[in-house]
């Protein structure tokens, strides 16, 4: 999947926010969406790329992927339940 042709319902921008900043921002936005649709989380985090995957799993959405972007990481969830 071409994750840059992606275009989310909504975007999160955690780029400044340190562990669990960008995963509680990911919790709170999630519920702002609807079912099948899509959030983008910006995160300068290393640690997301560890937290979004055990976060997807855990809840039952599904995680699409993360890119790489100049400084930080935007990573792809789709709203499940």
Same mark, same amino acid.
């Given at each position: ?5 992606? @275009?989310?319902? =909504?975007?999160?921008? /955690? ?7 960008? +995963?509680?921002? /990911?919790?709170?936005? #999630? &519920? +702002? #969406? ?5 959030i983008? @989380?910006?995160?300068?985090? #290393? ?6 995957? /055990?976060?997807?799993? =855990?809840?039952?959405?599904?995680l +699409? &992927?993360?890119?790489?972007k $100049? &400084? !930080? $990481?935007?990573? !792809? %969830? %789709?709203? =499940? =339940?």
């Open positions: 999947m071409d994750l840059s042709a992606i @275009v989310p319902t =909504k975007t999160v921008d /955690a780029r400044s926010m340190a562990c669990p900043g960008p +995963l509680l921002e /990911a919790k709170k936005s #999630i &519920g +702002l #969406i609807k079912i099948g649709e899509t983008e @989380v910006q995160s300068g985090d #290393i640690g997301s790329r560890e937290d979004f995957p /055990a976060w997807c799993n =855990k809840v039952g959405h599904e +699409l &992927g993360f890119l790489e $100049d &400084g !930080y $990481d935007s990573f !792809y %969830v %789709v709203r =499940k =339940k």
